[in-house]
């Protein structure tokens, strides 16, 4: 006896419907790093209004490229802000020459006033800071040609940036760093450290997934 399954439109609705779920089920269960960079991607093939901050942003992680294309692109687009990336991807060669360089009489941390605070560029040793990773990015609104790092759209910028995930330096309580963005992964700066050190990498990028 032969048994044949012949299925009526309904039918054929249902296994759609079926076949559907199953992939939304699916969907939901990809890595964890696949959801938090899917809403960057359709930013990837974008060019924001400089082709400075482009061409540094293409030297972040692979998985935050689209996102930090994103935050310039919106700013500009629901803000009427024109950021600047000014620092993105720090090999650890780079960190350690910053770490080293001697007082330059600037305000290096961005608070309108030149005091000890300033005293170093960084306090960040190589491995110590998320741009180590190609996962923190520094911006300023650009007006008029010029720099604006005493700013009173850093709580707009500020949203915008968290509201795309990335965390913001000026929430930090010991030092407040309002130009810096940073995805973090859930990654601790050790764990990213162990990761590099232990080869599990490409390049200057943690292997995240």
């Given at each position: 006896m032969k048994f044949s399954f012949k299925p009526n439109k309904l039918g054929y609705a249902v296994i759609v419907v079926v076949i559907m779920i199953t992939a939304i089920v699916l969907f939901r269960k990809k890595d964890t790093v696949s959801q938090l960079i899917s809403?960057?991607?359709?930013?990837?093939?974008?060019?924001?209004?400089?082709?400075?901050?482009?061409?540094?942003?293409?030297?972040?992680?692979?998985?935050?490229?689209?996102?930090?294309?994103?935050?310039?692109i919106r700013a500009e687009k629901e803000l009427g802000i024109k950021l600047r990336v000014v620092s993105a991807l720090r090999s650890w060669v780079e960190q350690t020459a910053l770490f080293n360089q001697p007082f330059d009489g600037k305000d290096n941390d961005h608070d309108g006033q030149i005091?000890?605070?300033?005293?170093?560029?960084?306090?960040?040793?190589?491995?110590?800071?998320?741009?180590?990773?190609?996962?923190?990015?520094?911006?300023?609104?650009?007006?008029?040609?010029?720099?604006?790092?005493?700013?009173p759209n850093w709580?707009?910028?500020?949203?915008?940036?968290?509201?795309?995930?990335?965390?913001?330096?000026?929430?930090?309580?010991s030092f407040k760093d309002k130009p810096h963005f940073q995805y973090t992964f859930g990654k601790t700066l050790a764990q990213l450290r162990d990761l590099y050190q232990s080869g599990h990498r490409t390049g200057d990028y943690v292997n995240l997934a």
């Amino acid at each position: 006896m032969k048994f044949s399954f012949k299925p009526n439109k309904l039918g054929y609705a249902v296994i759609v419907v079926v076949i559907m779920i199953t992939a939304i089920v699916l969907f939901r269960k990809k890595d964890t790093v696949s959801q938090l960079i899917s809403k960057g991607i359709n930013y990837l093939k974008e060019k924001s209004w400089d082709m400075v901050s482009d061409q540094r942003i293409s030297t972040l992680h692979p998985l935050i490229i689209g996102k930090a294309k994103e935050f310039i692109i919106r700013a500009e687009k629901e803000l009427g802000i024109k950021l600047r990336v000014v620092s993105a991807l720090r090999s650890w060669v780079e960190q350690t020459a910053l770490f080293n360089q001697p007082f330059d009489g600037k305000d290096n941390d961005h608070d309108g006033q030149i005091d000890e605070a300033d005293e170093k560029v960084t306090n960040a040793k190589a491995g110590s800071s998320y741009h180590n990773f190609g996962l923190a990015l520094d911006v300023v609104e650009i007006k008029n040609g010029k720099a604006l790092w005493k700013n009173p759209n850093w709580s707009k910028i500020a949203a915008l940036g968290k509201s795309i995930g990335f965390e913001w330096g000026g929430d930090w309580k010991s030092f407040k760093d309002k130009p810096h963005f940073q995805y973090t992964f859930g990654k601790t700066l050790a764990q990213l450290r162990d990761l590099y050190q232990s080869g599990h990498r490409t390049g200057d990028y943690v292997n995240l997934a």
